[in-house]
T-cell receptor, first 112, second 114 residues
Framework: DQQVKQNSPSLSVQEGRISILNCDYT??????FLWYKKYPAEGPTFLIS?????DKNEDGRFTVFLNKSAKHLSLHIVPSQPGDSAVYFC???????????FGGGTRLMVKP | DGGITQSPKYLFRKEGQNVTLSCEQN?????MYWYRQDPGQGLRLIYY???????QKGDIAEGYSVSREKKESFPLTVTSAQKNPTAFYLC?????????????FGPGTRLTVT
């Protein structure tokens, strides 16, 4: 049973526009969430995170929003750039633990 | 230049052979992890280690073994008991102190077993 789900396997966006990647979770014990970006044949790189005590965290072009009541988080990228084209994974953990639970990923394609 | 190294990048083995994947980090991180990624899927945790000489099973540990004799090194052995060993294997590490929970990943090893 997938505890973290990314229901959109792919997303296509025009350069300069906003990209919104979504993630849903089922385990209400999750208290920390992370987004990773991954290029083919490479390891994921950490992008941004958010604690469950917050509902928004911003870092440059990247903003993560958390809606605990809906068990939903989203990553906004503004403005989108062709170099943002990659697979994005959301991940969750609870109680400062070691076991990150990953979603299945969303492939973002930013068209010039 | 700190980071996580995995070698080799590509590895080919015959069915029935054990194979060991290397993971080294010079970030002085306490915790280390092994994940597996299959096409179109997310990452699944195989094993993790919080300190030297200690490790715990993740979600899919069957057919794998690990050791943690040094803080810097966390090798993964894919045994012949692993039914579907062909996959992309990722090693990660994390500093256990403080409030940072980010895991930092190596470049990965693609294992193909035929």
């Amino acid at each position: 049973d997938q505890q973290v789900k990314q229901n959109s396997p792919s997303l296509s966006v025009q350069e300069g526009r906003i990209s919104i990647l979504n993630c849903d979770y089922t385990n209400s014990m999750f208290d920390y969430f992370l987004w990773y970006k991954k290029y083919p044949a490479e390891g994921p790189t950490f992008l941004i995170s958010i604690s469950s005590i917050k509902d928004k965290n911003e870092d440059g072009r990247f903003t993560v929003f958390l809606n605990k009541s809906a068990k939903h988080l989203s990553l906004h990228i503004v403005p989108s750039q062709p170099g943002d084209s990659a697979v994005y994974f959301c991940a969750a953990l609870f109680n400062a633990g070691n076991m990150l639970t990953f979603g299945g990923g969303t492939r973002l394609m930013v068209k010039p | 230049d700190g980071g996580i190294t995995q070698s080799p990048k590509y590895l080919f083995r015959k069915e029935g052979q054990n194979v060991t994947l290397s993971c080294e980090q010079n970030l002085n991180h306490d915790a280390m992890y092994w994940y597996r990624q299959d096409p179109g899927q997310g990452l699944r945790l195989i094993y993790y280690s919080q300190i030297v000489n200690d490790f715990q099973k993740g979600d899919i540990a069957e057919g794998y073994s690990v050791s943690r004799e040094k803080k810097e090194s966390f090798p993964l052995t894919v045994t012949s008991a692993q039914k579907n060993p062909t996959a992309f294997y990722l090693c990660a590490s994390r500093y256990s102190g403080g409030g940072d929970y980010e895991q930092y990943f190596g470049p990965g090893t693609r294992l193909t077993v035929t």
